[in-house]
Structures are given as structure tokens and as C-alpha cells.
């Protein structure tokens, strides 16, 4: 019997990818990133598209992976923030270099996909 070969060591960055990619973590990560620290319920106007629940739960993987900063206030009503860290904003050049072969190679991607699913009609 063979053994299955460790994922990450046949792509050392997959973890990165399953931390920083996973789905609305890029999205929340932009809205801190751009605005500053928001409270929950400014984020969640930003993204209309994610639920409570969801951008909860992202929130909270994000402040346990350090990319993300949660201070909580003890107010009447209580009061919660959310801002990017320094470590969070390192992944900066990561997200540039997204966008600049975006504005390249998305147009390319659009086609192909096009093509694929004309010849699969």
C-alpha cells in the first residue's frame, strides 16, 4: 500500500492559502485593510452578502490567526471592534500582486471559461 503524499509538502503553500483565502476572509481583510477599525455591524454593511453568522465565524478564525484584532468595550450598550493587525497587513503585497494579475490575466479567464462552455453546450 502506498501512502498518501503530505499536501503540504507537495504545496508548501496551502495552509496560506486555506488561511487567507478561505471564503469572505479576503473581502473582511480588504474592508479593515481600507477603512480602519470597524465595528461589526459597519463590516457587515460593507459586505451585504455575508451573513451575521458567517462574517461572525470569520472574524473570529481571523482573530485566532492574528490577522484580525477584536477589542471588546465594556459599555452599556457593550461595544466591539474589529481592525486589520500588522500581520494582517503584511499579506498587502500578497493582495497587489492578485490585483496586478488580475487586471492581466482575468479578461483570459473570462474567455476561456466561455469557450469551455460553449463546447460543453
Known amino acids: 500500500m502506498t501512502s498518501r503524499p503530505d499536501p503540504v ?9 486555506d488561511l487567507v483565502f478561505s471564503r469572505w476572509s479576503t473581502p473582511i481583510l480588504w474592508v479593515l485593510k481600507g477603512h480602519g477599525r470597524q465595528r461589526f455591524v459597519e463590516v ?3 459586505l451585504p452578502e455575508i451573513t451575521p453568522k458567517v462574517l461572525t465565524q470569520r472574524l473570529r478564525q481571523l ?4 490577522l484580525v484584532t477584536r477589542t471588546y468595550h465594556a459599555e452599556i450598550p457593550p461595544r466591539v471592534e474589529y481592525e486589520i493587525t500588522a500581520l494582517g497587513r503584511s499579506l498587502g503585497p500578497v493582495f497587489a500582486a492578485l490585483t496586478d494579475w488580475s487586471d ?3 479578461a483570459s479567464v473570462e474567455a476561456a471559461r466561455h469557450a469551455y ?3 460543453q453546450a
Request: glycine share 4%; proline share 9%; hydrophobic share 35%.
Open 63 to 66: 482573530d485566532r490567526d492574528g
Open 104 to 106: 492581466v490575466h482575468l
Open 44 to 46: 457587515q454593511r460593507r
Open 117 to 119: 462552455d460553449a463546447a
Open 9 to 17: 509538502q507537495a504545496c508548501p503553500i496551502s495552509p496560506v492559502v
